[in-house]
Nanobody, 127 residues
Framework: QVQLVESGGGLVQAGGSLILSCASSGRTFSINGIGWFRQAPGKEREFVAMIPWTSGNTYYADSVKGRFTISRDNAKNTAYLQMNSLKPEDTAVYYC????????????????????WGQGTQVTVSS
């Protein structure tokens, strides 16, 4: 099992920045990739960004490309999501996620190939 714990959410004005952290523990050696999804009220959970555990490739949803940056610190078993130029439509609960699947397969299958979820952290962007 792998445990994921998010932190760093909050309330920010449009145009502002936030950084989310995801601390992982347990059988982290079994993970191929770690990433972020989000779910706004009344909407389905959607992919935001992901990064393989052992390479520097990164993948983003078109809606956040150029504004969000995903990174990881393997020594700390922690992943980060730097969010800049935030918009009201970025308001959602953000979930850290991890998968044992190859990242390219995870990127296509998204939720279906996600093995572990964090509890979520609320991000609210005011206009």
């Amino acid at each position: 099992q792998v445990q994921l714990v998010e932190s760093g959410g909050g309330l920010v004005q449009a145009g502002g920045s936030l950084i989310l952290s995801c601390a992982s523990s347990g059988r982290t050696f079994s993970i191929n990739g770690i990433g972020w999804f989000r779910q706004a009220p009344g909407k389905e959970r959607e992919f935001v960004a992901m990064i393989p555990w052992t390479s520097g490739n990164t993948y983003y949803a078109d809606s956040v490309k150029g504004r969000f940056t995903i990174s990881r610190d393997n020594a700390k078993n922690t992943a980060y999501l730097q969010m800049n130029s935030l918009k009201p439509e970025d308001t959602a609960v953000y979930y850290c996620a991890a998968s044992r699947a190859p990242v390219m397969k995870w990127r296509v299958a998204a939720i279906d190939e996600t093995d572990y979820w964090g509890q979520g952290t609320q991000v609210t962007v005011s206009s």
